[in-house]
């Protein structure tokens, strides 16, 4: 009993040098957490890809205090490191700043729009809208925590990615927040879920998801996979993954292929050789060298150059054939890899990729003729200058994907489904390259490729980028958006990025200034913005006319619908020409201004090209006429000449006069460009 009551004494003496301990320890704790700098702004957006970058300029015009963090050294993602050919699918859907954006860069080359480019000329553009809005952009940051509170992300911590540790830590805090990174890192941190891999074809009622075996950049028949030819009990081969091919259509977790998109030259002068990297190792291509024993020896079977010559005797090579630059299989680890395991990845496809070029233009495995070929190319000197004239950015295809609000799949790709709250357009086909390499039937084979291709542009959901509203309510995801791996595909284009990061911007600058979420802002006054404000500075917007807009054309003689190499949906065509025979856009002007007209040219063959179009313009000061010559102008705007047009519907005319035309008539977009 007196052992009880010692007990009790002591406990009560003790109970304030608990409390007291416990106090210290708890403000040690906050301390610990709230030591690092603030720094607090509106907008934050994480990632300085070309979405991010259009976003914080966006979020910038809207009146809203921003800040860009950048994990590298680096603005533009993919658009500025190495993929100069860009991948469009339809012009049409390339809209407000990203429009804008190929509309610098054609300034650059005294043209209209220019949609090929080097990284330098990509560079210097996507830093004219950093210069343009005085963005504060953070380098060499990246995300470790995120500090959320009722379904809000209120701060998020920073570490220099160059030392990290505890004294680089910076903490930012923003009523809205945009991951514009190709990973979705800042999504991760915040707890909102997400999806990697492909899906198996029947949870979202598709067809070209999960495991696709295809003839798309595949090995020939026989190829052996083993290290000693025959014999199985060898081992295989490096780059083939020990898995078992499943069924068609069945889904995991596998990631597709990154690569790095290079810029070569064939121009002497400003080239650099492809030399031995420090860890090359030839057997890394020996794959390589059995497919070419039974392929023809262009180089186009092995590096894809044909599409991607750019200005200046650059070429954007990207991969093709059945061993080239995408390093199959050994990205699983990287979606949801820490950094030390991404940085490992990233250097395991530096010095894969040097050693592919050195093995083919060095190795005796490589007949002389293919070697000749590709060693007319060389890195472009004045291209990635403090980089080694390598690229800056590794090619994530794609890593994780939100699980949002809505989630786009095939459907809406091929027009099956549409949703009404569009915030912006995709046009690409659904795209996928290979996900492993294995051995099937004795051979080795790539699995994964899928090219589905001849759809129109389609609609992406605005909440397709907005978490779950019971996750995360003051965050939005332009980049890693919420679709099935085969949709994703098809959206994840450099263009859409931009589009989707404008949309993003102003969703997020409308959520603040309404005070409510990002998932119950109003629909209608942003896609109102987007339209009527594509630049957010206030200009007189373009106006379109295409061949489809029925209540803006009129026709005589005998026309047809055309697909193809068009703009947005379709063209027209004359058949049975006669004189009079005539197509005439009615543009309906909003303001009274002088306006340039462009005319879309598209991209027929020459025997279905006119030798020369006449056209007869209406406008304040009557009638003009003027003639091109559509064939030097395939697939590109072509102007007719700048006038001045009034206010008012179908006063305006731009008519295609078959009498004074040379050779079948076409038809498929005018857009008059408002001059200052």
Known sequence: AASDVYKRQMKYKLFPLILCLTFFSCHFEKKEKTSAPVKEVDICIYGGTSAGVVAAYSAKKMGKSVLLVEPGKYLGGMTTGGLGMTDIGNKYAVTGLARLFYRRIGEHYDKFEQWTFPPSVA???????VKDAELDVLYYHRITDAQVQNKRIKSITLEDSRQPDEKTLIRVKAKQFIDCSYEGDLMAKAGVSYFVGREGNEEQDETLNGVQMSVWHQFPDGVDPYLKEGDPNSGLCWGIQPNTLQERGSGDKLVQAYNFRLCLTDNK??????????????????????????????????LLFNWGIMPDNKYDVNNRG???????????????GDYATREKIWQEHVDYTKGLLYFLTHDERVPAELRDQVSRFGWAKDEF??????????????????????????????????????????????????????????????EGDVQYHGFPPYPISYKSITPKREECTNLLVPVCISSTHIAFGSIRMEPVFMVLGQSAAVASALAIDENTDVQTIDITKL???????????????????DDSDID????????????GAHYKNSYLKATN?????????????????????????????DQEMPEVMAFDITGKEGIKQVEISPRSHKGSWVSLGTYAFEKGNWTSTVKIDGSRSKGALFADAIILVPKK
């Open 385 to 446: 200058t403090d980089n080694d004239n390598f690229p800056t950015q590794l090619y994530v295809r794609e890593a994780r994907r939100l699980n949002g609000e809505y989630i786009m799949t095939q459907k809406n790709c091929q027009g099956e489904e549409t949703v009404e709250d569009a915030i912006g357009m995709a046009a690409y086909g659904m795209d996928s390259h290979n996900c492993q390499r294995i051995v099937t039937n004795g051979m080795v084979k790539n």
């Open 123 to 129: 560079t210097a553009t996507m830093n004219r809208f």
């Open 552 to 563: 803006k054309i009129k026709r005589t003689g005998h026309w047809q619908k055309g697909f």
């Open 527 to 545: 896609r109102k913005i987007l339209k009527d404000n594509p630049y957010l500075d206030g200009s007189t917007p373009e106006i379109l006319v």
């Open 577 to 605: 020409q006669k004189n009079d025979c005539s197509f005439t856009f009615m543009p309906v002007i909003k303001k009274t201004n002088a306006y340039e007209v462009f005319f879309y040219c598209t991209a027929l063959s």
């Open 269 to 302: 002068e400003n080239q650099r050789p492809f030399e031995r990297p420090e860890n090359y190792d030839p057997a890394k291509y020996e794959l390589l060298a059995r497919a070419i024993r039974k392929m023809n020896l262009h180089i186009d079977n092995y």
């Open 322 to 336: 059945p061993l080239s630059t995408d390093m199959i299989g050994m990205n699983y680890e990287y979606p949801e």
